[in-house]
């Protein structure tokens, strides 16, 4: 079955850039309609939807991050990548990928792991 | 703020049943047949455990159920039992350019 799996720096300091990947096995990115999502969740607060993009390379964005956030995909590695820039204190979160989230599969499942990322100088 | 209003916490005994409430608006749980609800132990990942309202994934139990009224949403666990204890957020798709919402969360405790 489909499993993903984040990875990344689990310390980014203050202006500078999260980079995050989310490698998929058991699957393909491009296949069908597939979309694919990054969700996170600040220590003990609920879940945020980040963006996702389609299997054609589309994307959408949360407005709230939009100006800082590029969403790309990776076919020839099958995984997705996260880019949030200029990151502050309150951007520190476990950030979570997952499949779904568009048309056809109006849910996300399955998800990462999840991986921390904190930010502080 | 979570877009969807969720209950802080809910508690009931082994073997009895509880209800879950999840509110939004007439853009999100109102208008779409699109709330998911997940589980989440501490430190672990979310789980799918209703989409499109009611369905259930396979493998989780039947003694989950979705249902959907108006602008509330809820999830109904019956015959509780210890290793429901967790954490459940329901979710929903929106016409606002967000696309997703989430609720804030609501910790179910067995007794």
């Known amino acids: 079955q489909v499993q993903l799996q984040e990875s990344g720096p689990g310390l980014v300091k203050p202006s500078q850039t999260l980079s995050l990947t989310c490698t998929v096995s058991g699957g393909s990115i491009s296949s069908g309609s597939s979309f694919w999502t990054w969700i996170r969740q600040p220590a003990g607060k609920g879940l945020e939807w980040i963006g996702r993009?389609?299997?054609?390379?589309?994307?959408n964005y949360n407005p709230s991050l939009k100006s800082r956030l590029t969403i790309s995909e990776d076919t020839s590695n099958n995984q997705f990548s996260l880019k949030l820039s200029s990151v502050t204190a309150a951007d520190t979160a476990v950030y979570y990928c997952?499949?779904?989230?568009?048309?056809?599969?109006?849910?996300?499942?399955?998800w990462g792991q999840g991986t921390l990322v904190t930010v502080s100088s | 703020q979570s877009a969807l209003t969720q209950p802080a916490s809910v508690s009931g005994s082994p073997g009895q049943s509880i209800t879950i409430s999840c509110t939004g608006t007439?853009?999100?749980?109102?208008?779409?047949?699109?709330v998911s609800w997940y589980q989440q132990h501490p430190g672990k990942a979310p789980k799918l455990m209703i989409y499109?309202?009611?369905h259930r994934p396979s493998g989780v139990p039947d003694r989950f159920s979705g249902s959907k009224s108006g602008n509330t949403a809820s999830l109904t666990i019956s015959g509780l039992q210890a290793e429901d204890e967790a954490d459940y957020y329901c979710s929903s798709y929106t016409s606002t350019t967000t696309l997703w919402v989430f609720g804030g969360g609501t910790k179910l405790t067995v007794l």
């Open positions: 993009i389609y299997s054609s390379g589309s994307t």
């Open positions: 499109d309202v009611s």
């Open positions: 997952a499949r779904g989230g568009g048309s056809g599969n109006y849910w996300f499942d399955p």
């Open positions: 007439s853009t999100d749980v109102g208008y779409y047949d699109y």
